[in-house]
C-alpha cells in the first residue's frame, strides 16, 4: 500500500540517435554533432517512441509526427544508427498527461507537419515557429518543457538534438547501437 505523502513516479524516455539517412548525414556535416535526431518514449523497450521524422522510411521528401521502435521503420533500415537513451522520473500525473498528450496528438497526426523550413533556418541560427510544424528537437523540447523536463534554458532559442544528452534528471542507460537495444 502507498502512503498518500509520497508522490507515486513512473518513467519516460528520450532516445538521441544519429542514423545515416541523408538529411542525419547533412545536420552533422553542418553541425559536427555527434547525434542528429530525438525521440521521446513511455516505455522502457521503446516501442513507442515519437518525434517528427519521415513518414515512410523510404521517401525523406514527406515527415510528420512519427511513431518509431528501434527495429522498425528508418532504424530498421538503418540499423547501425548510433544511439543513446535517458530514463527521466516523473510523476504518476505528469506520465498520465504526457501519455494522454502523445497520444491525442497520434490520433490528430494529419493537423502535424515537419518543419523542413524551420529546420533550414536553424541551420543559420533563425526560428521559424509555426503551430502544429515541428523538427525532432523542437518538438521534444516544447513537450517536455510543458512537463519540467526541457533543456533548462531552451526557451525561445533553437534546440539540438545533441542537447539532449544533457536532458535534465536525466539517466544515461544506454549508449550502442539502437538494433541491440534491450527489448523485454
Keep these: 500500500m502507498t502512503n498518500n505523502t509520497e508522490q507515486q513516479t513512473k518513467k519516460i524516455y528520450v532516445a538521441v540517435t544519429k542514423t545515416g539517412t541523408l538529411l542525419s548525414r547533412l545536420v552533422h556535416f553542418f553541425t559536427r554533432d555527434s547525434y542528429t535526431h530525438v525521440s521521446v518514449a513511455m516505455h522502457k523497450d521503446l516501442r513507442d517512441m515519437h518525434s517528427f521524422g519521415r513518414i515512410n522510411p523510404k521517401n525523406p521528401f514527406r515527415g510528420g509526427f512519427v511513431r518509431e521502435t528501434p527495429r522498425t521503420g528508418t532504424f530498421q533500415r538503418f540499423p547501425n544508427t548510433d544511439a543513446v537513451v535517458f530514463e527521466v522520473e516523473v510523476t504518476a500525473e505528469v506520465y498520465d498527461a504526457m501519455q494522454a498528450e502523445l497520444a491525442q496528438m497520434w490520433e490528430n497526426r494529419a493537423q502535424y507537419h515537419?518543419?523542413?523550413l524551420g529546420?533550414?533556418?536553424?541551420g543559420?541560427?533563425?526560428?521559424?515557429?509555426?503551430?502544429?510544424?515541428?523538427?525532432?528537437?523542437e518538438f521534444?523540447?516544447?513537450f517536455l518543457s510543458k512537463y519540467?523536463?526541457?533543456?533548462?534554458?531552451?526557451?525561445?532559442?533553437?534546440?539540438?538534438?545533441?542537447?539532449?544528452?544533457?536532458?535534465?534528471?536525466?539517466?544515461?542507460?544506454?549508449e550502442g547501437k539502437i538494433k541491440d537495444y534491450y527489448l523485454e
Excluded: M, T, W
Design 114 to 116: 515537419y518543419n523542413s
Design 119 to 122: 529546420l533550414f533556418l536553424a
Design 124 to 137: 543559420i541560427g533563425k526560428i521559424r515557429k509555426k503551430e502544429n510544424y515541428y523538427y525532432c528537437s
Design 140 to 142: 521534444v523540447q516544447e
Design 148 to 174: 519540467g523536463h526541457g533543456i533548462a534554458d531552451g526557451a525561445g532559442r533553437i534546440v539540438k538534438p545533441v542537447e539532449f544528452l544533457q536532458v535534465p534528471g536525466g539517466v544515461r542507460i544506454y
